[in-house]
Structures are given as structure tokens and as C-alpha cells.
T-cell receptor
Framework: AQSVAQPEDQVNVAEGNPLTVKCTYSVSGNPYLFWYVQYPNRGLQFLLK??????LVKGSYGFEAEFNKSQTSFHLKKPSALVSDSALYFCAVRSTSGTYKYIFGTGTRLKVLA | DSGVTQTPKHLITATGQRVTLRCSPRSGDLSVYWYQQSLDQGLQFLIHYYNGEERAKGNILERFSAQQFPDLHSELNLSSLELGDSALYFC?????????????FGEGSWLTVV
């Protein structure tokens, strides 16, 4: 069965500091991995995805994520956090085999402090 | 704007009632996914349709049903509503049937059961 874990309910970081939001996954076969961001009272917005190839994936708004197969992780990173990055972040996984189900983590609330 | 349209945006109804949530996918997208987001359950996958056919089922209650019509719009029907059904219901779409497709979310339908 597919699953995604986001071990931190909330991450606090000072503006200008680097941020990391953690995600680990479990899937049979190779994974497709995604990050989405949700602002209050809005839908989820796509940030980036890993399909194959380079383990470092760059996405929208200066975010990037590193795929680590041995650790089954796909952590979201940004070199310098902005207050406007404060939002709820979701990691998602889809297996390359079987049904086209996208399974989401429970979300991590990022708070960037001025 | 993701291009996925959901109506209504907000809905308040009484226990025991039935409601229908509607989703218009992005132009050209064949797949529609429904998710439920509640405070204590995170983002739960309900059901996936591809070109009118059901492809995968998640944690969808028997009181809930969905369908995708020939014009590719989809409806989620919720019946015998309970207080616990109050949640944000998202629709997402993708062109699908190729690897690693991104799914794009609508703004959601807020359902409050009183």
C-alpha cells in the first residue's frame, strides 16, 4: 500500500533562513512524488514533482526538493524563507504501477517569522 | 487559477439531507479525482474517474457516490448527511494515462452540516 508521512505538524523558521519540510514515502514500484501548497481557504497549488532523472527538482517560488531513494524521502527546501511562504504544505505520492491513486500526507504548517 | 471549477463554493445543509457537488475539470483533462479535507483527517482520497469510468476508490462512504458525465464534468453526491460530513471537498483533474501527471485542484466546496 502507498503511504506518505510528514512527521512535523508545524515548522517555524525565521525569515531569510533556509527551510526544510520533511516527507517520507512508501510505495510499491517507483514513485512519482509531488509537493503542493495550500493557502487559507484556497485549493492546493502544485509546487514541483519528481518523476525520474535528477534527484534535485526545482519548482515554483524558489522551492526545490531532493529525492533520496535509499531513505525514501522527498524533503522540500528553500534557501531563504519569506513570510509569504507561510502556508500548509502537502507531500503526495503516486505509484508507477497499479491504480492512479495520489496519496497525500497529513500536511505541515510552515510559519515564517519576520 | 488552476482551470478546475467547483460549485457551489459554500453550502450549509441540515443532517439527513442530500447535496450534489459539481466539478468541471481543466479543458482536455480526462481524469477527475475527489478528495475530502477535514481538520482531523487531512486530505482523504475518495474516488477517481477516467473518461467516464470509475478507476479507483478510496475511503468513500456508501452514502456518497460520484459519476463522470460524457462532457467530463463530475458530480459527487452526498446523502443522509451527518455532522461529521462537514468538510472541504476538492476536485482535481489531470490529462492522465501517461506517467507522472500532475493533478490540479479546484478551490473546493465547503460543506457545513448543521
Amino acid at each position: 500500500a502507498q503511504s506518505v508521512a510528514q512527521p512535523e505538524d508545524q515548522v517555524n523558521v525565521a525569515e531569510g533562513n533556509p527551510l526544510t519540510v520533511k516527507c517520507t514515502y512508501s510505495v510499491s514500484g517507483n514513485p512519482y512524488l509531488f509537493w503542493y501548497v495550500q493557502y487559507p481557504n484556497r485549493g492546493l497549488q502544485f509546487l514541483l514533482k519528481y518523476i525520474t532523472g535528477d534527484n534535485l527538482v526545482k519548482g515554483s517560488y524558489g522551492f526545490e526538493a531532493e529525492f533520496n531513494k535509499s531513505q525514501t524521502s522527498f524533503h522540500l527546501k528553500k534557501p531563504s524563507a519569506l513570510v509569504s511562504d507561510s502556508a500548509l504544505y502537502f507531500c503526495a505520492v503516486r505509484s508507477t504501477s497499479g491504480t492512479y491513486k495520489y496519496i497525500f500526507g497529513t500536511g505541515t504548517r510552515l510559519k515564517v517569522l519576520a | 487559477d488552476s482551470g478546475v471549477t467547483q460549485t457551489p463554493k459554500h453550502l450549509i445543509t441540515a443532517t439527513g439531507q442530500r447535496v450534489t457537488l459539481r466539478c468541471s475539470p481543466r479543458s482536455g483533462d480526462l481524469s477527475v479525482y475527489w478528495y475530502q479535507q477535514s481538520l482531523d483527517q487531512g486530505l482523504q482520497f475518495l474516488i477517481h474517474y477516467y473518461n467516464g469510468e470509475e478507476r479507483a476508490k478510496g475511503n468513500i462512504l456508501e452514502r456518497f457516490s460520484a459519476q463522470q458525465f460524457p462532457d467530463l464534468h463530475s458530480e459527487l453526491n452526498l446523502s443522509s448527511l451527518e455532522l461529521g460530513d462537514s468538510a472541504l471537498y476538492f476536485c482535481a483533474s489531470s490529462v492522465e494515462r501517461s506517467s507522472g501527471n500532475t493533478i490540479y485542484f479546484g478551490e473546493g466546496s465547503w460543506l457545513t452540516v448543521v
